[in-house]
């Protein structure tokens, strides 16, 4: 279960990137990250992202336009 939701429908990149390290950098190490995105580029960014920060995606996945995305703090 997520302990902070962001909901970044109707961004496009690096918004829904930018506003998930902003929501990050004040969530303690093991709490996750709940993101909402509506950028069919938002999977490859986001897998990106935790490669190079180290944080770890624990989930992705999508239904219609919206993709879903689960991001622990390490």
Same mark, same amino acid.
């Given at each position: $279960?997520? /302990?902070? %939701?962001?909901?970044? #429908? &109707? @961004?496009?990149? *690096?918004? *829904? +990137?930018?506003?998930?390290?902003?929501? @990050? #950098? /004040? $969530? =303690?190490? &093991?709490? +996750?990250?709940? +993101?909402? =995105? %509506?950028?069919? &580029? !938002? =999977? #490859? /960014?986001?897998e !990106?992202?935790? !490669?190079? %920060?180290?944080?770890?995606?624990?989930?992705? !996945?999508? /239904?219609?336009?919206?993709?879903?995305?689960? +991001?622990e #703090?390490?």
């Amino acid at each position: $279960m997520a /302990d902070q %939701t962001l909901d970044a #429908k &109707g @961004l496009n990149c *690096p918004l *829904p +990137i930018l506003r998930a390290k902003k929501a @990050l #950098k /004040d $969530m =303690a190490p &093991g709490q +996750i990250l709940a +993101i909402e =995105a %509506t950028d069919p &580029g !938002s =999977a #490859k /960014d986001f897998e !990106s992202f935790c !490669s190079q %920060t180290g944080n770890k995606l624990v989930k992705a !996945s999508e /239904d219609g336009k919206v993709f879903y995305y689960e +991001i622990e #703090k390490v």
